[in-house]
């Protein structure tokens, strides 16, 4: 890249290291981190793709946002506290305003987490935004896909299908059509995606099972079922469905499109199992985090996943979630 590509990392993204744990931060050829308390490490890294990961016209400080909100949902869905990122930020040019909106974000978002930002690269290219997250777990509190039991009833936390919905409401043009609230709210669900970090480090006391909901419910549970060797029983008439949903489809006498709630994606909420007799401390921490939770169905024996109608007959989807490929 040209010379202002150091100008640039000074500028924008060298910040001071925040935490204890870091020895040295963004300036060298690597950082140095000082991992204490002989917890595990967990590690994950997602690649926003400019028109496949966000619409074209997102705007910089959404897209910073939300390549935090997605990684931290990672580290959500095994219970780990957050800790750094790094940054690989591919720009096809300097675009001061836009970086200066996107790093305001972005730190703004990573500190409001406790995340300290300790290196990264900058390269030219088509728009894309690489994170990687890292952060503490304790062995004996992590949420893993493969822990899912037989009778273990199935949660999930929030709203699923808003983001789904947003998108398509933008792609078709059609969001002017809809109540300004209901927009607003489907809007933030697409680009402000909460991830659900403080509820995850409380709810691995009481199971070993999570996945978030990335790709759609049906794909994610499909994880858990497949990693825990079971399968799961799923009731479509509990599904939660934001107000603001239901009033879109409200407003175009339809009924909700479940294919899309289901496998449309970009929830980033939790799923996991519990055992019944820890429903009560676990929707207690939900309802002390004002977070809606709802179970959803159960594990079985089986090995796949069947979702039932209101008058209990298995109906079948389509597709089964978002794939690049
Ligand atoms: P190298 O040539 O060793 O890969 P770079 O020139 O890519 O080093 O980066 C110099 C320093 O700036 C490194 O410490 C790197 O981690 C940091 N850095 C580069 N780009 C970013 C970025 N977008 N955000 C944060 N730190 C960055
Ligand atoms: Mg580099």
């Not at 300097?94 to 300290?116: C, R, V």
């Not at 930002?117 to 935004?129: E, F, K, P, Q």
């Not at 919905?165 to 002017?176: E, I």
């Not at 070993?208 to 049906?218: E, Q, R």
Request: proline share 3%; hydrophobic share 45%; net charge negative.
């Amino acid at each position: 890249m040209s010379a202002s590509e150091f100008d640039i990392i000074q500028r924008y993204f060298t910040v001071a290291p925040a935490r204890e744990d870091i020895v040295l931060a963004t300036g060298d050829d690597c950082a140095l981190l000082s991992p204490f308390g002989g917890r595990q490490l967990a590690i994950t890294v997602d690649t926003l793709i400019a028109g496949v990961h966000f619409p074209e016209n997102t705007s910089a400080a959404d897209i910073a946002y939300k390549a935090i909100a997605v990684n931290l949902s990672d580290l959500a869905a095994m219970a780990a506290e957050p800790a750094w990122l790094t940054l690989a930020l591919t720009l096809p040019a300097i675009d001061e305003s836009w970086l200066q909106a996107f790093s305001n974000t972005f730190h703004e978002t990573a500190q409001s987490y406790g995340l300290a930002l300790v290196g990264g690269d900058t390269t030219r290219g088509a728009l894309s935004i690489t994170v990687q997250a890292m952060g503490y777990v304790a062995h004996d509190r992590v949420l893993r896909r493969d822990t899912a039991e037989v009778g273990d009833h199935i949660y999930v936390t929030g709203t699923l299908g808003d983001a789904a919905l947003a998108l398509r409401l933008l792609q078709t043009n059609l969001l002017a059509g809809e109540a300004q609230h209901d927009t607003e709210f489907l809007l933030s669900r697409l680009n402000r995606p909460s991830a659900r970090v403080e509820f995850a480090l409380a709810l691995a006391q009481y199971t070993g099972c999570a996945i978030d909901v990335s790709d759609g419910l049906l794909a994610d549970l499909g994880h858990i079922v497949r990693a825990s060797h079971c399968g799961a029983e799923l009731e479509l008439s509990g599904l939660p469905l934001s107000p603001a949903l239901l009033n879109v489809y409200a407003n175009n006498a339809e009924n909700p499109d479940l294919q899309s709630v289901l496998t449309g994606g970009d929830d980033y909420e939790l799923c996991f199992t519990l055992k019944p007799e820890n429903a009560e401390p676990v929707e207690k921490i939900a309802e002390h985090l004002n977070l809606r939770l709802t179970r959803i169905g159960e594990i079985t024996e089986s090995d796949e996943i069947v979702c039932l109608d209101q008058q209990g007959a298995a109906v079948s989807f389509l597709n089964r979630g978002y794939q690049h490929f």
